[in-house]
């Protein structure tokens, strides 16, 4: 049974650095890719990026100056990284696998919500 | 990037009635179509992967289907606890991107 359970902090100031861990339990960990994925209050799903047990990532482009994705291979844990955060980064954000092998995220974190506020 | 149009937005059903909704892929994306149902304050779960494959522990009153770029996700007979929020998610090219989601409420 795989399970992703999150972690971080939740209430950020304007310019500060979000930074959120999720740790794998179950499963594999080098057989997949590891994702973050955030939803601001009421409204729709943004894929954030991603990351391999072997440190190869693919990033939203939207994101890309201001995200670092990491991972702990010894832990089994992945985590996020967003500089210079503004209100506009206000979300939930889950942590997924993403299976290849079906194209689809499979497994997800419970979500944490960060509030950017001043 | 692929910008999925999903409709219709919103919609309102009876218990057992079908529902149909529907993503267009802005470009040819094969099968790379999954579906999630997302609950409030829940995480998205996933329903069918690979556009028309059920996943593991999903009823089977879900259905999807490829037509071109076309992608449906089918409720046949609606029940109470399906009442969420549906979307639809291309896995073909980075970035990967979501649909903006079906709310389907009572009638």
Known sequence: QVQLQQWGAGLLKPSETLSLTCGVYGGSFSAYYWTWVRQPPGKGLEWIGEITHRRRTNYNPSLNSRVSISVDTSKNQFSLRLS???????????????????????HWGQGTLVIVSS | DIQMTQSPSSLSASVGDRVTITCRASQSINSYVSWFQQKA???????????SSLQSGALSRFSGRKSGT???????G??????ATYYCQQTYSHPFTFGPGTKVDVK
Not at chain 1, 86 to 96: G, I, L, S, V
Not at chain 2, 78 to 83: I, R, T
Request: aromatic letters at 12%; hydrophobic letters at 40%; charged letters at 15%.
């Open chain 2, 70 to 76: 076309d992608f449906t996700l089918t409720i046949s």
């Open chain 2, 41 to 51: 304050g829940q995480a998205p779960k996933l329903l069918i992967y690979s556009a």
């Open chain 1, 84 to 106: 210079s955060v503004a209100a506009a980064d206000t979300a939930m954000y889950f942590c997924a696998r993403t299976n290849y092998g079906s194209g689809s995220l499979d």
């Open chain 2, 78 to 83: 609606l029940q109470p606890e399906d009442f």
